[in-house]
């Protein structure tokens, strides 16, 4: 086991190094200036020996190789480098962002996996009933809506017209813990939907499969309750599959937070990765897609370690 994480784990430094590299060149590509989009309307009154000095402090004069490389030195001593648009440092700006993201997509993982689970085995034990062609249409349907759109009628329908949630916005559970949770109700519905559906249908597919194994029938015909069956042999036993789509949606949630976010107007990661974009801030979507990364590969080396606390049959080499 320690041969094969320490494997997997020069495996994810191998997968960074790929991601800054495109990231740095993706950047670099767009059009645009970071000064002359910080500088904005007031580019008039600068001199071009002014905008050189401005470019030379962020180090935009030098070669993009030379760029890169300070870039990583930077990351390597604990420096993600400065805002251009926001005139802060980078790691200080993630540590504001990254807890509301996290908030949002803990909730989000929970319920996805709560609801996910218990709809897809409903569907696998009540195959060709009811409960399965209504859970099936629903997780259909959350396969396809897309999220920033079912926010928008949230908003519309909860908040416009009911007046039942506020309209977008985040509080720190620290400061107002009723209003976080009234906050976080839409975004996290929003967010949950998709994981959901796709839970939903891998389970159910995953739990179909184990119900036709042997050791099933057995247990059936031994007179074992249901409950037991359901618990100790069917779920336990085809969680497998259902982990994997669990490690997949981390980067779902982190992913589909761009929209959430920024529809809901929360000052979280994906937000502050989409006002990068906009300002060619070069240093806050480098420094925000690394995290995330980061973020995913240890992600994934987690759930493969839990295939061998779920299933002891599995060994690493």
């Avoid at 401005?54 to 890169?68: F, G, T």
């Avoid at 689970?117 to 009540?126: H, N, S």
């Avoid at 042997?214 to 599959?241: F, M, S």
Wanted: with cysteine; proline share 4%.
């Amino acid at each position: 086991m320690t041969t094969y994480i320490i494997r997997r784990l020069l495996q994810g430094v191998f997968v960074l190094v790929l991601v800054t590299v495109l990231i740095f060149c993706l950047m670099h590509v767009l059009p645009g200036d970071p000064i002359s989009m910080y500088i904005g309307a007031e580019a008039n009154i600068y001199s071009e020996e002014q905008l050189d000095i401005l470019r030379a402090e962020y180090n935009l004069d030098k070669p993009l190789i030379i760029q890169y490389f300070l870039w990583i030195g930077g990351i390597l001593r604990g420096d993600l480098g400065e805002s251009i648009a926001e005139q802060m440092d980078v790691r200080t700006m993630i540590a504001k962002s990254l807890p509301k993201t996290i908030n949002l997509a803990i909730f989000s993982l929970i319920i996805s996996a709560a609801f996910g689970i218990t709809f897809g085995t409903l569907c696998a034990i009540r195959r060709g009933k009811w409960p399965d062609t209504l859970f099936s249409v629903i997780a259909n349907l959350g396969i396809t809506l897309p999220n920033f759109w079912i926010g928008i009628l949230l908003i519309y329908f909860l908040s416009f017209k009911l007046d039942l949630l506020p309209t977008f916005g985040y509080t720190s559970p620290f400061d107002d813990l009723w209003l976080n949770i009234q906050m976080l109700i839409m975004p996290v519905f929003c967010l949950a939907v998709f994981p959901i559906a796709a839970l939903t249908r891998q389970t159910r597919s995953s739990m179909l499969e184990v119900t036709r194994q042997d050791y099933v029938r057995t247990a059936w015909a031994k007179g074992l309750r249901e409950r037991v069956i359901i618990t100790r042999h069917i779920i336990k036993n085809g969680l497998i599959p259902v982990v994997t789509t669990m490690g997949m949606q981390v980067s779902f949630l982190v992913g589909g937070s761009v929209l959430v976010e920024t529809v809901f107007n929360i000052p979280g990661m994906g937000r502050m990765m989409v006002d990068g974009v906009t300002n060619n801030d070069y240093q806050v979507v480098q420094g925000t897609v690394l995290v995330t990364a980061v973020a995913i590969i240890i992600t994934n080396i987690v759930v493969d370690i839990a295939y061998a606390w779920i299933d002891p049959r599995i060994r690493y080499a």
